[in-house]
């Protein structure tokens, strides 16, 4: 089975290291995510990369809606959505015409803008006023949608909006959880049909790692309830940095 991947030994721990982090991100700070990109990406390239992390993604998501289910804020869910399945689309088609280098250079302006709006929130506090307009609602989940097609980067973009809205702990775990098991599961048809990047090698490999990635969601459930609400917010923003810098680089 091992055989069939033709990877090196140094490579699986690499890939065991990045389902880790994807069972951490899911049930812990979503930004640690972010680190799988480039490991994933250095192993596969671009494309291929995406839909090699997209079933270990729906994997992790499960394990975080067994954890933080009751506490989905749908409404905000609901109103993302159509957005959403623009941005997919758009996604779609831009990594259709993109070659690996412009997808990681897609994806490291994607969460440099990221950072840089989380930054701002963070400075400004309580001070700082978010809009409730339809535009709002739809520059993120078009934002989101493509983010995560081209690179499952959407994770930053996410962050922010839950953050700009004074989301707290458990409602910001919950709606991510529901969030992105959605928008992943939607994204499989798609690139199975268009990129053709997921074969039953992929699903194979997503299977292997489940106990990997199991360990990672354990210790992030277990973790976060350590965390108070002010170190959970600087957490992100550091990891989401050190990503955006590493992608970058």
Known sequence: MFS????????????????????????GISAFSMPVIPIIALIFGGKESTGMILPLLIIGDIFAIYY???HADWKDIKALLPWVAAGLIVGLA??????????KMIISVCVILCLIILLYMERRGNEAKVPNGVWFYGLTGVLCGFASMIGNAAGPIFS???????????????????FFFIVNVAKV?????????????????????IPAIAVGAILGAFLIKKINEKPFRIIILVVTALSAIRLLI
């Open 189 to 209: 048809p798609m690139q199975m049909a268009v990129w053709h990047n997921i074969h039953l090698k992929t699903l194979l490999m997503a299977l292997i790692m």
């Open 4 to 27: 069939l991947f033709h990877l090196s030994g140094s490579e699986w721990i690499w890939i065991i290291v990045a389902a880790v982090l994807i069972g951490f991100s899911k049930t």
């Open 160 to 178: 922010v909006f839950l953050l700009a809205k004074g989301f707290k702990k458990d409602n910001f775990l919950g709606t991510t959880a529901w």
């Open 68 to 70: 933080y289910n009751r």
């Open 94 to 103: 831009v990594g259709e015409y993109t070659n690996d280098g412009q997808f």
